[in-house]
């Protein structure tokens, strides 16, 4: 059984890889950055609703001002 923090992650990163993709991101460029994203505390952040850190870790792997409130999502 997979906890709600997977629907949020698929959320996020739903509306995450179109924001990159409309911003010329490349398909590999993106798939690293989900692959980096899903090795750190991600989804532990997620569990424990942790916004502040959510969008720190987001625009650390981004290197873009990218919060989840910016991509249309609640924390």
Known sequence: MLGPEYESA?????????????????FERRKQLFDSLLDSDFLGLLR???GEAIDRLLREHTGEPISVESLGGGS
């Open 48 to 50: 424990t609703c942790d």
């Open 10 to 26: 698929i959320e996020i990163f739903s509306r995450l890889r179109h924001r990159l993709a409309a911003d010329g991101w490349s």
